[in-house]
């Protein structure tokens, strides 16, 4: 065996730099985030039943109450395998850039490099829209419950935008603020995720008028999307289920300020996704036994078949605005986890210097860990993503499109590439102290059959007539990053891109 292939293990990068003597890296400072808080805030930016509530539209539209169903038990079993994945390459290799650091250690040395730097952009960009995804649904579901109980009002895009950036500004200030505030806010956080589900879910199966039969909820399908092929639109409206259940990653981006991530990242990613998946999925059946009429749900003025839903199971204004006034919250809230997670991804790609300005973006507060100057900039980026609000109506369905596509495209490649490792290299791989063992080969295979079924249907237009107003921009703005990305690798990249310091490397020629 050559001696560049032998298997060393790797130290961190934070080990790396505090060996090089830079006194400005992510992780310098004391760890701020416990396990539970890691736990907590990976729970809290999924909020998987708040986030169904108000995405259930577009699995409605194109699939009916079956879509949502299956849809959903699909997914979360995709992102079950997806999520052990990415766990066992976090105990290999704990660093809060994640997936780009994973390439860099699993790719054949002639594209390694390159690979990384890709894939670095695209979860990057992918965290940046799932971040905007969360404030943009707080904001217009803030203009839905106006709509609700003021008749006279109209609704205008721009109104959103607005409300969207006012919950960016404060979304920033809390996370600049430092990390006890950040962990009183995720407890707090923590705490209504789950009483209000069981508020709620009490409200719904109590009050609701009158309850649908279960061949409603399993059998039945309506395809309201324009699409003629059954199985496309169904497919389609997968997009309500995928996007509900990612993001389990954020906790491998906050793991350079917590304890033993080799081992806690992996249990705090299954972890969020238990808790997240059985809330969800228990949530989804009481809305559809108690929703009423599907199509009376679907026309609302609203927005949101949620808002009339809860309406119609309450029977009043006042206590429906009050339902999903914490749909609101929790929405609002989730940002502030959102942030802190892609505010480090970025900072940890401008610490490789994959991204302009990094002497700047990289930069640490000594104290508390926080990258202020990747938050500030992250929030600039956020803004200017707004402004696609007032440019189409489907908006919200762009925004998630491309977080969940950029988000499973980054899941994928270094699968994919674990995968070959494990097939043909399989001496030369170094685990951490948290593996899957036998079951290694057939998770990683579930889950790239998962993350390539969704990645093909994501980009579609989810309504037919395609117009300017309600198509899907998903592929159009994920190839101006990629295309930004080339031209940034060209300029400077190639020259100056070395890749995540490491001490030694696993390669194939």
């Known amino acids: 065996m050559d001696a560049e292939k032998i298997p060393i293990p790797c130290p961190s990068f934070i080990d790396a730099h505090v060996e090089k003597g830079e006194s400005h890296e992510i992780g310098q400072a004391k760890p701020p985030f416990s396990a539970l808080t890691i736990m907590a805030m990976a729970t809290i930016l999924m909020a998987t039943w708040e986030a169904l509530s108000t995405t259930m539209v577009s699995g409605l539209m194109s699939g009916g109450p079956s879509s949502l169903v299956y849809g959903f038990l699909f997914a979360l079993c995709g992102a079950t395998a997806t999520a052990a994945s990415l766990g066992e390459l976090t105990s290999m290799w704990p660093t809060s850039g994640g997936q780009y650091h994973f390439i860099a250690k699993l790719a054949p040395n002639n594209c390694r490099y390159f690979l990384s730097w890709v894939t670095g952009w695209i979860s990057t960009f992918g965290w940046v829209a799932f971040t905007a995804s969360a404030p943009f649904l707080s904001a217009t579901m803030i203009q839905g419950i106006i709509t609700l109980d003021d008749l006279s009002y109209n609704p205008q895009r721009w109104h959103g935008t607005f409300i969207y950036w006012g919950l960016l500004v404060a979304s920033m200030g809390i996370n600049v603020w430092g990390p006890r505030v950040i962990t009183l806010v995720e407890a707090f956080s923590l705490l209504i995720h789950v009483l209000a589900f069981i508020v709620l879910f009490i409200v719904m199966w109590v009050v609701a008028p009158e309850r649908h039969t279960a061949s409603f909820v399993f059998i039945t399908f309506q395809n309201n999307s324009g699409w003629s092929n059954d199985g496309v639109a169904w497919c389609i409206g997968m997009l309500s289920s995928c996007y509900v259940l990612t993001g389990y990653d954020g906790a491998i981006h906050l793991c350079e300020g917590m304890k033993t991530p080799e081992t806690a990242v992996p249990w705090c990613m299954l972890g969020s996704l238990a808790i997240n998946g059985a809330l969800g999925f228990t949530f989804l059946m009481g809305i559809l036994?108690?929703?009423?009429?599907?199509?009376?749900?679907?026309?609302?003025?609203?927005?949101?078949?949620?808002?009339?839903?809860?309406?119609?199971?309450?029977?009043?204004?006042?206590?429906?605005?009050?339902?999903?006034?914490?749909?609101?919250?929790?929405?609002?809230?989730?940002?502030?986890?959102?942030?802190?997670?892609?505010?480090?991804?970025?900072?940890?790609?401008?610490?490789?210097?994959?991204?302009?300005?990094?002497?700047?973006?990289?930069?640490?507060?000594?104290?508390?860990?926080?990258?202020?100057?990747?938050?500030?900039?992250?929030?600039?980026?956020?803004?200017?993503?707004?402004?696609?609000?007032?440019?189409?109506?489907?908006?919200?369905?762009?925004?998630?499109?491309?977080?969940?596509?950029?988000?499973?495209?980054?899941?994928?490649?270094?699968?994919?590439?674990?995968?070959?490792?494990?097939?043909?290299?399989?001496?030369?791989?170094?685990?951490?102290?948290?593996?899957?063992?036998?079951?290694?080969?057939?998770?990683?295979?579930?889950?790239?059959?998962?993350?390539?079924?969704?990645?093909?249907?994501?980009?579609?237009?989810?309504?037919?007539?395609?117009?300017?107003?309600?198509?899907?921009?998903?592929?159009?703005?994920?190839?101006?990053?990629?295309?930004?990305?080339?031209?940034?690798?060209?300029?400077?990249?190639?020259?100056?891109?070395?890749?995540?310091?490491?001490?030694?490397?696993?390669?194939a020629e």
């Open 289 to 507: 036994f108690c929703m009423g009429d599907l199509t009376t749900a679907l026309n609302t003025p609203t927005g949101y078949p949620i808002i009339k839903i809860f309406n119609y199971i309450t029977s009043s204004k006042a206590a429906g605005t009050a339902m999903t006034c914490v749909l609101v919250t929790v929405a609002g809230l989730s940002t502030i986890p959102l942030m802190a997670s892609s505010a480090r991804m970025l900072a940890c790609l401008a610490r490789d210097k994959a991204f302009p300005f990094s002497s700047k973006l990289s930069n640490v507060d000594s104290k508390t860990g926080i990258p202020r100057a990747a938050v500030v900039t992250l929030t600039g980026f956020l803004a200017l993503l707004g402004f696609v609000n007032i440019g189409s109506t489907t908006a919200f369905n762009a925004i998630i499109s491309l977080a969940v596509f950029a988000l499973q495209m980054s899941y994928l490649i270094p699968i994919a590439f674990m995968v070959w490792r494990r097939l043909f290299y399989r001496e030369m791989l170094t685990y951490g102290p948290w593996r899957l063992g036998r079951m290694g080969l057939s998770t990683n295979l579930a889950s790239l059959i998962y993350l390539i079924s969704t990645c093909i249907w994501l980009p579609f237009p989810p309504y037919l007539p395609v117009t300017a107003v309600n198509m899907n921009y998903a592929c159009l703005v994920f190839g101006v990053v990629l295309i930004s990305s080339l031209i940034y690798w060209l300029w400077k990249g190639r020259r100056y891109y070395e890749g995540p310091i490491m001490q030694a490397s696993i390669s």
